[in-house]
């Protein structure tokens, strides 16, 4: 899919950018966390992804809010009741008169203040891992106190932009070791809004409180939360669906605070069903099958030392080095992850052959990889791959050593009488995996 052309609304003077893209019969205005880039947001594969489904069955608009992305930045310090009028003016621009309005985040404070005070435009709501007030106060026992939220806001807003930035850890902790989508995270940070209008934005929304508005809300809503976000706690989630009258509220399994980091298709399940009354058949089965995943170690330091040019082509000897193991050993490549990759076999021993050799053959090239290997139940939509088997084979791998090729107790259950000699590793627990997990490494 082309990345959608931007245009401009006109708010009050103020330029508002945003897209709008999508063939369904009905329309969704999607309003962003605290910050974005409605350009930049699609050179993230599951971004683009997560965008992808939803236009399958929307017409989709998502604008950057003023004050971020590609909207007017120098407007100082705008108020809740400006920004409803940017979303007005949105929806205007585009000669929408009704529409589904869907909020991510702090998106969702807008999305339900617009749902309570112009439900003749709204034809329901959407609020996505999003909350009332963000802080504790009397009544409202959740989210942090005043002093431990300044302290992180500033914390946050001291790293932003740099590796050290703790958007990664809040919002997509599944992706954290990811030095590839690190990059790609801090550079989104930039073009979105400066440190300063970080600390100025998180300081009005610690300020804004909707509890009164939620009893008031009358079109249909749908509440989804993750009962692991990190950065908004489930208890938010629940308060929203407890107070808004008959509000449909669904609680999905993952830690990302980000709705298309981690395993997004039963969050666009939810959306798909509520706005469109089915959910859309997916070409999905489920087979027994292992998973390879491979990554280069101190990968950014080494990106570093070589600069962007040399280290491009580093990677690209890798990927052909990758694509001929695979050939040789029947494996299928799922996708490249930057700085590694993801493929797919029908035995685990030859996904432990493909891995040994991967680890030898970048070696010679200068270069460590740890290398997971785990069999288990996969679930296949069509080029993807999910599903705790492949969650479990991404945790494995993480936990492996430079040059090390670390698999699960069922791969060397699978692969006995094959000569595959192994060294117990002990047992270990996997994040996001219930239970102890005993750990091999295939011998050298």
Known sequence: MDVPETRYARSDGIDIAYQSFGTGDVTLVAVPPIVSNIELIWEDAPAARYLQRLSSFVRLIHFDKRGTGMSERSIGNPTLEERIDDLRAVMDAEGVERAYIGGLSEGGIMAAYFAATHPDRAIGLILNDTFARLTRTDGYEIGPIDEVFDETMEAWAAAWGTPDTLTLGMFAPSRVGDA???????????????????????????????????????????????????????????????????????????????????????????IEEFITGHRHETDTDRILATVLFTDIVQSTERASELGDRKWRMVLDALDDVVARRLERYRGRLVKSTGDGHLALFDGPARAVHCAKELCTAAKSMGLQLRAGVHTGEVEVRGDDVGGIGVHIGARVSALAGASEVLVSRTVTDLVAGSGIEFADRGEHDLKGVSGRWQLYAVAR
């Open 180 to 270: 590839d989508y690190l990059r790609w995270l801090n550079r989104f940070e930039r073009t979105t809004v400066t440190p300063g209008g970080l600390r100025a934005m998180m300081q009005l929304n610690r300020e804004l409180d909707i509890r009164a508005v939620l009893p008031i809300i009358s079109v249909p809503t749908l509440v989804i939360h993750r009962v692991g976000d990190l950065a908004v706690p489930v208890e938010h989630g629940r308060y929203l669906a407890e107070h808004i009258p008959n509000a449909r509220y669904v609680e999905l399994p993952g830690i990302d605070h980000l709705p298309w980091v981690g395993e997004f298709q039963a969050d666009l399940d939810e």
